[in-house]
């Protein structure tokens, strides 16, 4: 019944991911989402704590005192915040994300508010899990306010309008670093 319910649950939420990367115009990242959650590190532990109404990963952690799973996830899968820290001189260092990992980040949060929601979600969910859960102080500034940014506007102007702005988010971040690499191209001598 686990097994069963719990690889349910992951199809359910990559088809859910796909069906928004795509909104977004992630096609790749939509096909390739969350992969991680079918091996082994991550897949066994999943079914031994699967609940069906949230994350196996938090069940987990109750009963271990930390997720194994979690980070195992957290470091391969880079539409997580958490992926951006790194330590320089002793101390922790927040990167900000780049655009296309902030937008599938985007879509897995409401996604997952809608897998585990189901009929209670609403489009403010994402943004109430957000304001609750989120460790705020461990994300980039700029990743946390672009972040509350696209949140509040699923909430007030509806998902069409905010996977819109979202694709035009991420074109525009490609269209800089082209720019930046144009740039920084050496011009032949002749």
């Known amino acids: 019944m ?16 796909r069906k928004l ?8 990242q939509g096909l390739f989402h969350d ?23 938090a069940k987990e952690r109750e009963v271990l005192g930390y997720s194994a799973a979690w980070l195992h996830h957290k470091g391969r ?3 997580h915040f958490e992926y951006w820290t790194d330590y320089a001189d002793g101390r922790k260092v927040y990167v900000k994300m780049p655009a296309k990992y902030f937008a599938e980040m985007v879509c897995d949060r409401v996604a997952a508010s809608k897998i585990y929601l189901k009929d209670k979600y609403t489009e403010a969910s994402p943004l109430e899990y957000f304001s609750s859960r989120t460790d705020m102080q461990s994300m980039h500034p700029e990743t946390c306010e672009d972040l509350r940014y696209f949140l509040t506007l ?3 102007e ?15 971040d490609k269209k800089r670093i082209k720019e930046n690499k144009k740039s920084k191209v050496p011009h032949n001598k002749a």
């Open 158 to 172: 509806g998902e069409k309008k905010t996977f819109e702005e979202l694709k035009k988010f991420v074109k525009a």
């Open 35 to 57: 992969m991680s959650k079918y091996s082994p590190a991550e897949f066994f532990p999943g079914v031994k704590y699967y609940q069906g109404f949230r994350s196996p990963q």
């Open 77 to 79: 899968n880079k539409h």
């Open 2 to 17: 686990k097994f069963f319910g719990h690889l349910k649950t992951v199809r359910k939420h990559r088809r859910e991911v």
């Open 154 to 156: 699923l909430r007030d």
């Open 21 to 28: 990367c795509f909104k977004a115009g992630l096609i790749k």
